[in-house]
């Protein structure tokens, strides 16, 4: 069995055929990832209909012309409890740090939340990695670092705070630097995540999460570990962070 941790169906046309191509894939659980207010509200609808899916709902750095009830909403949809952690949250300078302090803002009222809440936080950092460490150091919380792509002493410094790294089809690229990172580390700390529609271990194609067991499969190689027992690691992984033992 493997588990999707983070992606996005909203941007599909036909998202029955999505879930049911990742299940025949042996990805028998989606756990979909919010990034706006309309984003969350959509994806709050697919519990309705999905028995397969859980939620993480939250504010993307982008998102700081965001207005208080929209935090008070942010702790409405978590009285689900298929809602299972606060994300994606966190920094992203990318295009420069003119909005930094109203980023860091809205991010450490995401993680009071989540400390409010006992709830793990899924991470959005992009260029900012030592404003995000020390803000995460500031919080007794434990998460995923979405779409992990540092330096194997950047990963260290997460997995010191007891973060796990998201590791995607970035890990298949020609050129990326994860393949190193993820044999140094080994298989107790990662999850896995297609951040689907994007990010496609086949370059040029739309993603999804079926894609998840070719990640499993490449990455089981660089650990020189089956794919079935990498499978099993890194959903009990995901189990035990998004406390989903009771739940599936």
Same mark, same amino acid.
């Given at each position: 069995?493997? /588990?999707?941790?983070?992606?996005?169906?909203?941007?599909?046309?036909?998202?029955?055929?999505?879930?049911?191509?990742?299940?025949?894939?042996?990805?028998?659980?989606?756990?979909?990832?919010?990034?706006?207010?309309?984003?969350? !509200?959509?994806?709050?609808?697919?519990?309705?209909?999905?028995?397969?899916?859980?939620? #993480?709902?939250?504010?993307?750095?982008?998102?700081?012309?965001?207005?208080?009830?929209?935090?008070?909403?942010?702790?409405?949809? /978590?009285?689900?409890?298929?809602?299972?952690?606060?994300?994606?949250?966190?920094?992203?300078?990318?295009?420069?740090?003119?909005?930094?302090?109203?980023?860091?803002?809205?991010?450490?009222?995401?993680?009071?939340?989540?400390?409010?809440?006992?709830?793990?936080?899924?991470?959005? #950092?992009?260029?900012?990695?030592?404003?995000?460490? =020390?803000?995460?150091?500031?919080?007794?919380?434990?998460?995923?670092?979405?779409?992990?792509?540092?330096?194997?002493?950047? *990963?260290?410094?997460?997995?010191?705070?007891?973060?796990?790294?998201?590791?995607?089809?970035?890990? #298949?690229?020609?050129?990326?630097?994860?393949?190193?990172?993820?044999?140094? /580390?080994?298989?107790?700390?990662?999850?896995?995540?297609?951040?689907?529609?994007?990010?496609?271990?086949?370059?040029?194609?739309? =993603?999804?999460?079926?894609?998840?067991?070719?990640?499993?499969?490449? #990455?089981?190689?660089?650990?020189?570990?089956?794919?079935?027992?990498?499978?099993?690691?890194?959903?009990?992984? *995901?189990?035990?962070?998004?406390?989903?033992?009771? !739940?599936?």
């Amino acid at each position: 069995m493997l /588990i999707d941790t983070h992606l996005h169906l909203s941007e599909y046309k036909d998202i029955s055929k999505v879930i049911d191509r990742a299940i025949k894939n042996d990805v028998k659980y989606l756990i979909v990832s919010g990034s706006d207010f309309s984003d969350n !509200k959509w994806n709050m609808s697919l519990l309705e209909k999905y028995d397969n899916i859980f939620l #993480t709902c939250g504010y993307h750095p982008e998102c700081i012309d965001y207005k208080e009830d929209d935090l008070k909403y942010l702790e409405e949809c /978590i009285k689900n409890d298929r809602v299972v952690a606060i994300g994606e949250i966190g920094l992203d300078y990318h295009y420069g740090k003119d909005n930094m302090e109203k980023q860091k803002e809205l991010f450490k009222k995401q993680l009071d939340i989540a400390e409010k809440y006992n709830l793990p936080v899924v991470i959005h #950092t992009r260029d900012a990695f030592l404003d995000t460490y =020390n803000i995460l150091k500031e919080y007794n919380l434990k998460g995923v670092i979405h779409c992990f792509s540092g330096s194997l002493e950047v *990963a260290q410094k997460y997995i010191s705070l007891g973060y796990y790294l998201g590791i995607g089809g970035v890990i #298949t690229f020609k050129n990326s630097n994860l393949k190193d990172v993820v044999k140094k /580390i080994g298989a107790d700390k990662i999850l896995f995540e297609t951040d689907s529609p994007y990010l496609s271990p086949y370059r040029g194609m739309e =993603n999804e999460p079926c894609n998840v067991k070719v990640i499993c499969e490449f #990455t089981s190689d660089i650990l020189g570990i089956s794919p079935s027992k990498l499978s099993k690691i890194t959903s009990d992984n *995901a189990i035990r962070l998004f406390d989903l033992e009771s !739940k599936i």
